[in-house]
Structures are given as structure tokens and as C-alpha cells.
């Protein structure tokens, strides 16, 4: 079982609030990565980091913002949230180094955030 | 363009009985191939890894194979359970990149039948 947490599993919101979704691993790992998954679709990567103070936009361009402050926190911030940003968020951490995904590097997942915005 | 695909995308089996599902990829160059397993409403975990030299790897009643010179994997489940009722996603992931990319495919949902 992976030590990767988010919090909260579930919100409904509003159009135009402030959320931030939280993410904490307690493996010490320095990768961590955000990605957003509808149903069917595959994982995209919205974020990532390679350390504290490190971090940068993935391939799906999104309107959130992420910060590194500690090594094992990750949080996700919509400063203003729209329907369009209904999905699951799941946030990840590997046991790599660098930039390179190694051949043997594991990634694991927390359990995702389903974020409905009405 | 890299791209990951899986077939079927929607595959029902009766509890028992032994299914096989593929993935299909262009991802150069290649590094490695992962497996993930995804039940409803959580995040996927790791079934298997292979890299390039590597033709077969077993989780237990999970096997994946992996084809390098046709890009093709398959993972092939025995003796099914109703436990293993889940989205089963192919991962490739690229060498030489700076930001070593890892391709997600759309997954194969596989439900279970008693």
C-alpha cells in the first residue's frame, strides 16, 4: 500500500470559488506529479516537481497552480473554478531521480479527487 | 506521434475463466512498458514493468508480455476473480527525453461475472 494521500475525496462546488486539493506522501520521494483523468480517457500530466521549490506545467495545459514548499506535500490550487474543470485529479510520487522516468522507478498514486464544479 | 492503444476497451468474462488484453504502442525510443491496475474511483497501482530485453514478467496470476520489435504487450489474467473487476492501463515510457515522458493508454475495463 503507497503512502500518497489526498485530500478530499469528493467536492462539489461552485462556479468561480478558490479550491486547493492537497496531496502529502511520507516516502520522501522527490518527484511528484498532478494528473487529470476523465472517465475513459487516459492520465494527463497538468503538473509536476522535481523537488521542493521545483516545479512545472505537463503536458495538459490547465489553469491551476501548484506549489513545493516541503518534500511531501504537493497541493493543487483553481483560483476560480468553471463546469469545465469536472474531472478526477490524481496526484503521484516516484522513487527516482532526476529527469529520466528510470526503467525501474515506481510510481505510485493516491486514491484521486472527483471534483464536480456546478 | 507517441500514442498508446488498448483493445478491448470494454471486456466482460465469467469469474474462472482466463482473459488476455493488448496494447499497441509507438512510443520511440523506447524505454519501458508498465501495467497498472485502476479499481473505481482510486488511482492505478503497479501490476508489472518491463523493460526492452524483457519477454514475459508474472505478478501472480497476472502475466504481461512484451514484444519490442512489434510494439505489441498483452497481460493475460488467470483463473479470474471477481476482485480483479477494474480498468487495466498500458504505460509507455520514453528514453532521451528531458522530461521522460510517460504515455498512458485509455485502459481496457474488465468486469467480472460470478
Same mark, same amino acid.
Given at each position: 500500500e503507497a503512502d500518497i494521500y489526498q485530500t478530499p475525496r469528493y467536492l462539489v462546488i461552485?462556479?468561480?470559488?478558490?479550491?486547493?486539493?492537497?496531496?502529502?506522501q511520507t516516502m520522501g520521494h522527490d518527484k511528484m506529479y498532478w494528473y487529470q483523468q476523465d472517465p475513459g480517457m487516459e492520465l494527463h500530466l497538468?503538473?509536476?516537481?522535481?523537488?521542493?521549490?521545483? #516545479? !512545472?506545467?505537463?503536458? &495538459?495545459?490547465? /489553469? +491551476?497552480?501548484?506549489?513545493?514548499?516541503? #518534500? !511531501?506535500?504537493?497541493? &493543487?490550487?483553481? /483560483? +476560480?473554478?468553471?463546469?469545465?474543470h469536472t474531472s478526477q485529479y490524481l496526484c503521484a510520487s516516484s522513487d527516482g531521480a532526476g529527469q529520466q522516468v528510470a526503467t525501474n522507478e515506481k510510481l505510485f498514486f493516491g486514491s484521486g479527487t472527483q471534483l464536480s464544479v456546478l | 506521434?507517441?500514442?498508446?492503444e488498448?483493445?478491448?476497451?470494454?471486456?466482460?468474462?465469467?469469474?474462472?475463466?482466463?482473459?488476455?488484453l493488448q496494447c499497441n504502442y509507438t512510443v520511440s525510443p523506447f524505454s519501458n512498458l508498465r501495467w497498472y491496475k485502476q479499481?473505481?474511483?482510486?488511482?492505478?497501482?503497479?501490476?508489472?514493468?518491463?523493460?526492452?530485453s524483457e519477454n514475459t514478467k508474472s505478478?501472480?496470476?497476472?502475466?504481461?508480455?512484451?514484444d519490442a520489435d512489434t510494439k505489441q504487450s498483452s497481460l493475460h489474467i488467470t483463473a479470474s476473480q471477481l476482485s480483479d473487476s477494474a480498468s487495466y492501463i498500458c504505460v509507455v515510457s520514453d528514453r532521451g527525453s528531458t522530461l521522460g515522458r510517460l504515455y498512458f493508454g485509455r485502459g481496457t475495463q474488465l468486469t467480472v461475472w460470478p
Open positions: 461552485g462556479t468561480g470559488k478558490k479550491i486547493t486539493l492537497e496531496c502529502s497538468i503538473h509536476y516537481s522535481y523537488g521542493v521549490n521545483s #516545479t !512545472e506545467k505537463g503536458d &495538459l495545459s490547465s /489553469e +491551476s497552480t501548484v506549489s513545493r514548499i516541503r #518534500t !511531501e506535500h504537493f497541493p &493543487l490550487t483553481l /483560483e +476560480s473554478a468553471r463546469p469545465s | 506521434k507517441n500514442q498508446v488498448q483493445s478491448p476497451q470494454s471486456l466482460i468474462i465469467l469469474e474462472g475463466k482466463n482473459c488476455t479499481d473505481t474511483g482510486r488511482g492505478p497501482v503497479s501490476l508489472t514493468i518491463m523493460t526492452f505478478n501472480g496470476r497476472y502475466t504481461a508480455t512484451l
